[in-house]
């Protein structure tokens, strides 16, 4: 079964969001080994330099990928899919390789230059920017959306 783990920086503190993310996360378990690992805020990083605290964010990060991880970066600069279009990456180029896939989404200012270098995609979600809180959720629906889509289960309508 395909593991696949989300990192975040920060915690969701609007209970909304929370029982969306979870319902997202059950779901998800029918489709593969889905594991959340939340990081904490960097003490005093409104006090950093913005590259200081993208540097230590991503140190934090690259403690926990492994040398075959497969990472995907959240960010604004990434490529745009449609759900579709997700799902077909995701059917072609991962599940048949069978290695974990590492999602992340990053602190309020991006991605360091280390962590750039070892992730093997950048996607966008939107050209809209939404809170961090936010992008957590939507990104959960998707991948939970793009399973459905591989299975050709009713969920995704076109």
């Known amino acids: 079964m395909l593991k696949v783990k989300l990192f975040l920086v920060g915690k969701t503190t ?21 594991e959340r ?12 330099l913005r590259d200081e605290l993208k540097n230590r964010e991503a140190q934090q990060f690259l403690k926990k990928i492994d040398s075959t991880d497969f990472v995907v970066l959240l960010d604004e600069k990434g490529d745009q899919k449609s759900s579709k279009q997700f799902a077909e990456w995701l059917s072609h180029e991962i599940i048949p390789k069978s290695q974990t896939l590492v999602f992340i989404v990053g602190g309020a200012f991006g991605f360091d230059d280390e962590i750039l270098k070892r992730s093997q995609r950048l996607f966008s979600l939107s050209k809209m920017t939404f809170s961090h809180q936010m ?4 990104f959960l629906e998707q ?10 289960e009713p969920y995704h309508h076109e």
């Not at 059950?26 to 889905?34: A, D, E, I, N, P």
């Not at 992008?135 to 939507?138: H, K, L, Y």
């Not at 991948?143 to 050709?152: C, D, N, P, Q």
């Open 14 to 34: 609007y209970n909304f969001l929370k029982e969306g993310e979870a319902e997202y996360i059950k779901r998800l378990g029918h489709y593969c080994s889905f």
């Open 37 to 48: 690992i939340d990081f904490p805020d960097i003490k005093n990083g409104k006090s950093l």
């Open 135 to 138: 992008v957590r959720m939507i």
């Open 143 to 152: 991948l939970y959306r793009a399973f459905t889509i591989v299975r050709g």
